[in-house]
């Protein structure tokens, strides 16, 4: 049952958190990206460190969570 609520969140949720496309956008447009590497604590599935990496194509990131299903 837990999986199956696992996959049902991920195909219907952009975020793993309460997380608005405005307030994302304003998040990377506040991080001083460029070369580097990043790193994201708690990332869930990695939707904005995906999009941080989209946006400073020299930057290396890792995504960090305990969710290993979130994470594949």
Do not use: I, Q
């Not at 997380?19 to 994302?24: F, V, W």
């Not at 506040?30 to 989209?54: F, I, N, P, S, Y």
Request: hydrophobic share 40%; proline share 4%; glycine share 12%.
């Amino acid at each position: 049952m837990d999986d199956e609520l696992n996959a049902l969140r991920r195909t219907r949720m952009r975020w793993n958190a309460p997380l608005s496309e405005p307030h994302a956008e304003l998040l990377l447009d506040r991080m001083a990206l460029g070369d580097g590497h990043l790193v994201d604590l708690g990332c869930g599935w990695g939707e904005l460190l995906l999009r941080a990496l989209d946006r400073a194509p020299g930057l290396r990131g890792t995504g960090v969570d305990t969710d290993a299903t979130g994470l594949a």
